[in-house]
């Protein structure tokens, strides 16, 4: 995530250090240690929480557990990236439903933290978990703050529940408790209330904030805090915690490039759990956080199984086997390869997805230049074409690929470019879907590996003929095998390069061996 990716780069080059080293020696630890400590307080970590996480990393790294290790270097990042979910929360807290619905879930936080666009993603992660969740517009005060939810419920397909104009008209506390009451009468099974945020803490905000509490008795109350705000974060949740008191905590605009160290602080100091992370401004940018695989994504480690969820989520099965026996059949069209696309776009941003995979820092230059349009521009190549260019795309001569480009708003380049790839990915995903291996452009064939194309099945021996340099011994030879007369070969000579004699049995004539002293000087 781009909010941790100056505290990643710190941490994977100060572990990078380590691994060139055998054995640890205290100063080796020490100076890691330092590293580590500069690293989260440039990142805005909580002073108190970097105290205490170095102590527990040097106390760790110089025990016997590292001491003994095969790879001590090794052993030290595993008891960073261990001390780094104990600072996170430890193990992933879910959201706990009541056993008589409505579920209230109440959003807090200051304004400007998101809480609005919050709630719509929030509504729709529940609608896809199978719930029915109803939002409650009790944000009066901040303007056009109850048409914003209506807007946002709209596309999270949510219904919403604001019977006040708001901007500063209705009463909130009364809006929230007819929420649920609402909800109870329509049965739905989750209630997600919107309250009013301020600038900063003051007493207004409390009292109001407690206000709906004590209204509504919610299950949960989600205390939503803007990653990047820097060390006001531990001030704000301890604010909160104090007056309205919360279950656990959201992190938003968690894709921000700004040093997002605080937001690490937060359970810690809290001792609340963080439950969600917003991770962009798209209402399916947010996902449930797990202490483990933020810490793994921080060491550039990897984040798999987030990204194995989100390609379930967006990839059908039975669609996939589909597109996998076109492979086999050689009948993948254009018209496929654009449905595995939009599949891909539905998984999120692309970016995102390339940086949950292991080392995937590595590749920030390529990442930072990677245009997320090029899947938009891609489609609208293909669409531009007819259901007989995409199904057969060897029709596709020079004037309907000028045709394609005006449709398309491109260039010629582009749709040859898009051509060549498409032949490219079919090919390489045929091979593969008969048990080959592909030849990956750029890279050498894999040893051992059956390449397609490549098969020596049914292939014509090679003609036999003279290689002679001199077109009249070469005519000479020539003639004498169509005569049936076999060519004295080279093969099976002695290691200066002589080839077989031509006497019996292969030995040399005598003319043969006289020569061959003669050229010895013998």
């Not at 209230?104 to 709630?119: E, H, N, S, Y």
């Not at 938009?376 to 531009?384: D, F, L, P």
Request: charged residues 25%.
């Amino acid at each position: 995530m781009a909010t941790f990716s100056s505290l990643s780069d710190r941490l994977t080059a100060t572990f990078r250090n380590l691994r060139t080293k055998g054995k640890l020696t205290p100063a080796d630890v020490d100076g890691t240690v330092r590293e580590i400590r500069r690293a989260l307080l440039d990142a805005d970590v909580a002073l108190e929480v970097v105290k205490d996480f170095t102590g527990k990393v040097r106390e760790r790294a110089l025990s016997d557990e590292v001491n003994k290790a095969l790879n001590p270097a090794q052993q030290v990042v595993q008891i960073v990236n261990d001390e780094l979910i104990a600072i996170l929360g430890g193990q992933q807290r879910r959201l706990e439903f009541a056993k008589k619905p409505p579920t209230v879930i109440m959003l807090a936080g200051l304004q400007g933290a998101g809480k609005t666009t919050l709630a719509g993603k929030l509504a729709k992660w529940l609608k896809k978990e199978g719930h029915t969740p109803l939002l409650v517009a009790s944000d009066l005060q901040r303007p056009n703050a109850v048409t914003q939810l209506q807007v946002v419920g709209e596309q999270a397909g949510v219904p919403v529940f604001a019977p006040e104009p708001g901007n500063g008209v209705g009463d909130p506390v009364k809006v929230a408790r007819d929420g649920v009451k609402e909800a109870e009468r329509k049965q739905y099974d989750t209630v997600i209330v919107d309250t009013a945020g301020r600038l900063g803490i003051d007493a207004e905000l409390m009292k109001q904030a407690s206000d709906i509490r004590r209204a509504v008795d919610p299950d949960e109350v989600l205390f939503v805090i803007d990653s990047l705000i820097g060390q006001d974060a531990v001030t704000t949740a301890r604010a909160f915690q104090e007056g309205v008191d919360f279950t656990g905590v959201v992190l938003t605009k968690l894709d921000g490039d700004q040093r997002g160290g605080a937001a690490l602080s937060v359970a810690s100091v809290t001792g609340r759990p963080i439950m969600f992370a917003s991770t962009g401004e798209g209402l399916d940018d947010f996902e449930p956080f797990h202490p483990d695989r933020m810490a793994s994504r921080i060491l550039d480690l990897g984040d798999i199984l987030t990204l194995i969820e989100q390609a379930q989520g967006a990839f059908d099965e039975d669609e996939a086997r589909k597109v996998a026996e076109k492979f086999a059949t050689d009948t993948f069209t254009l018209d496929d390869f654009l449905k595995q696309m939009q599949q891909l776009r539905n998984m999120g941003s692309i970016k995102g997805m390339l940086g949950m995979l292991p080392g995937a820092r590595g590749m920030r230059e390529a990442l930072d230049n990677f245009d997320e349009r090029e899947i938009v521009r891609t489609e609208a190549i293909i669409q531009s074409m007819t259901t007989a260019e995409r199904t057969t795309p060897k029709l596709l001569n020079g004037s309907r690929r000028v045709r394609i480009a005006k449709g398309s708003g491109s260039t010629v380049t582009d749709v040859n470019q898009l051509v060549a790839r498409f032949e490219q990915a079919a090919k390489m995903m045929k091979t593969v879907a008969k048990g080959g291996v592909p030849q990956v452009p750029g890279m050498g064939p894999v040893p051992g590996a059956t390449y397609a194309g490549r098969s020596t099945k049914g292939k014509q021996p090679l003609k036999k003929g003279s290689r002679s340099g001199n077109p009249a011994k070469r005519a000479a030879e020539n003639a004498a095998i169509a005569g049936g007369v076999a060519l004295p070969t080279s093969g099976g000579g002695s290691g200066f390069g002589l080839g077989k004699g031509t006497g019996a049995k292969g030995n040399p004539t005598p003319e043969e061996l006289a020569a061959l002293q003669k050229m010895l000087g013998r």
